[in-house]
């Protein structure tokens, strides 16, 4: 008789989390289609970009009728068989994830040429996409491998490579990848099985963008750094909303950190890829996030990303960076195609526009704001711009499980007309610095900031200048910070309050680490240092030792101290006894009466809350 063991099983599912299932039925699992909304009918042009069953050169997911998609390893075993026998493709390892797997990029040039370097001096302009970064999110890895091999030993697109080069990373989050399952999404159509949204270490490579902690992020960094495109298309799947749109993509916004570049993919992109689209007999759309977070009766947002996320640092470094969301909801097949056709016509349009978009990319690199916007918020303003929307009819209805009410989408095309609320108002707006300086001892972030591509300088001589620095007030006292509960992304973040700026006259010592605005990344450089952006070290917690107070002292030796002042200053014993009349809890607590005498002291640690990170005005 063993009566522990069930009991022990027990107590291990319930510290894991592991799933218990509530329902003996394993339907109401497998069968989700009958839980999404109405699929749409659809039939397209680009259905004819699948090649025939008995083609030598059929992909892994053309094979299973583009229901499902292939294995890491069958998409990497497949891809390099392409490879070998192309001689304008090559394939390359830019780094190896946390499990061991490499991150593969494929070099698609006519000219067979496959360094940085040479791609640089074909003169073509250079295109990078990839997969995967959620990788449950994979449309645009099956897309892919149809077109590099269409592109060159099929034959059928060649045209496309002969104007510009190509480079692709199938799969960048390659350990979530192989997390493969039929229930990792539940509001996605397909494929069968699909990976991960976060990779070995739950970590989320798009919101990785700034600090960097990921061995995918940094890879890609590496790769914008080295082979420098002209553009860069990250390729996702939504969440959310139902509507008609299947392809919704866009940059960053107009009214970002590149203005020139924001202008160039509404104007000169979105219209060249939608004609596309809308001739395969796809619905392109704009980006799409319901403003109540349920339903379009209260509009759409039109989102501006922090840098943390891939086309919010594309607008931060001035590269032209698109974000494509396929709709979940659509079947796997048709957002495989439709993804085949936007890389396809991107390429087509960067041969024809290679100089609009290089102008417009170099005007933003030129670029050097006195001030800028550390983020942006929901414009309050009342809405009054309303735009054609093609929606899908939906109700409401009480729901009997959240007790609320919940959207129905009841499947009929509706085209309507809806607020869209932008996010465009600078949530602060912060003077730009000469430079700024980092202490020898947070080395940590001067490195995290050279990974980005920014020129790093290390004093080799001491510096005695003005800087600006800053406190955070409330020193020891709870409201100083308010500490979010949870840790998000492995980090604690940090509310930086309302930062105080003090003019110091100081010495620098040799050793610490000088950076200048003055460069192309400059921006982003702002962006991961001032306390109050969003993707700042300091709010990633990158800074967490200066909230800590580490030297004490006694109340025998505080209370005779206290004595001392009081003696001596009368104006200080008047503001002690107004505080003792006014403030209750003070006057309670001795510890707080010892404090404020503390802090009024040359004993008192005055680096607690200070930023170490100083500003040289220019
Ligand atoms: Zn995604």
Do not use: C
């Amino acid at each position: 008789m063993k009566p522990w063991v069930p009991i022990v099983l027990l107590s291990l599912f319930i510290q894991t989390g592991a799933p218990v299932y509530a329902s003996g039925n394993a339907d109401v699992y497998s069968d989700t289609e009958s839980l999404l909304p109405p699929v749409q009918d659809w039939s397209g042009k680009s259905e004819s970009l699948v090649v025939a069953a008995n083609d030598p050169w059929i992909t892994p997911a053309e094979r299973t009728g583009l229901i499902a998609t292939p294995s890491y390893d069958e998409t990497m075993a497949w891809l390099r068989k392409l490879v070998t026998a192309t001689p304008e493709l090559e394939m390359v390892s830019i780094g190896r994830s946390l499990q061991g797997r490499d991150f593969w990029m494929v070099i698609a040039s006519t000219d067979r040429v496959f360094t940085a370097d040479a791609l640089k001096a074909s003169g073509k302009p250079l295109l990078l996409a990839h997969s995967g970064i959620h990788s449950g999110e994979i449309d645009g890895k099956d897309a892919g491998l149809m077109l590099l091999r269409d592109m060159t030993l099929a034959g059928k697109r060649k045209e496309l490579l002969a104007k510009a080069n190509f480079l692709f990373i199938p799969i960048l989050n390659v350990d979530g990848h192989e997390r493969r399952s039929p229930y990792n999404r539940i509001n996605q159509r397909g494929p069968a099985e699909m990976g991960w949204r976060t990779n070995a270490r739950n970590q989320n490579l798009n919101r990785d963008f700034t600090k960097l902690d990921t061995e995918g992020v940094r890879a890609l960094i590496r790769v914008l750094n080295q082979w420098k495109p002209d553009l860069y298309l990250d390729l996702h799947v939504t969440d959310g909303a139902d509507y008609q749109y299947d392809i919704t993509f866009g940059g960053n916004g107009r009214s970002g950190w590149s203005p020139a570049i924001g202008n160039w993919i509404e104007d000169v992109y979105r219209p060249a890829i939608n004609a596309a689209l809308d001739e395969s007999g796809h619905v392109p759309g704009e980006l799409v996030f319901a403003a109540n977070g349920m339903d379009m009766k209260d509009g759409f947002l039109s989102w501006s990303g922090d840098p943390r996320f891939s086309n919010g640092y594309g607008d931060a470094i001035h590269l032209p960076a698109i974000l494509v969301e396929n709709h979940s909801l659509k079947p796997y097949k048709r957002r495989v195609l439709g993804t085949y056709v936007l890389l396809a016509q991107t390429l087509d349009l960067l041969a024809k526009e290679q100089d609009s978009l290089r102008l417009a990319s170099n005007t933003d690199r030129q670029r050097r704001p006195r001030s800028i916007p550390l983020g942006f918020k929901r414009n309050e303003v009342p809405v009054t711009e309303t735009v054609s929307f093609k929606g899908i009819s939906s109700e409401r209805y009480q729901g009997e499980v959240s007790g609320a009410d919940v959207v129905r989408w009841t499947g009929e095309p509706l085209d309507e007309s809806i607020p869209k609320v932008f996010i465009d108002v600078p949530s602060v707006m912060v003077e730009v610095p000469a430079a700024y300086i980092i202490p020898a001892a947070w080395s940590n972030i001067a490195e995290r900031i050279a990974l980005h591509g920014i020129e790093v300088e290390k004093l080799s001589e001491p510096l005695t200048t003005s800087a600006e620095i800053y406190h955070l007030p409330g020193a020891g006292i709870a409201e100083a910070s308010a500490w979010t509960p949870n840790p998000f992304e492995g980090h604690i973040r940090i509310n930086p309050g309302d930062p105080v700026k003090q003019v110091i006259e100081t010495t620098f010592p040799a050793g610490s680490y000088r950076i200048s605005t003055d460069q192309p990344l400059g921006e982003l450089l702002v962006l991961m240092l001032e306390p109050q952006a969003p993707d700042s070290f300091l709010q990633w917690g990158f800074f967490l030792e200066i909230f800590t107070r580490t030297e004490y002292a006694e109340a025998y030796v505080l209370e005779p101290l206290g004595q001392k002042m009081l003696e001596n200053d009368d104006e200080l014993k008047a503001r002690f006894e107004e505080k003792l009349a006014n403030d209750d809890a003070f006057a309670a607590s001795s510890n707080q009466r010892l404090m404020w005498f503390y802090e009024r002291t040359p004993f008192y640690d005055d680096k607690y809350l200070m930023y170490p990170v100083a500003r040289i005005m220019p």
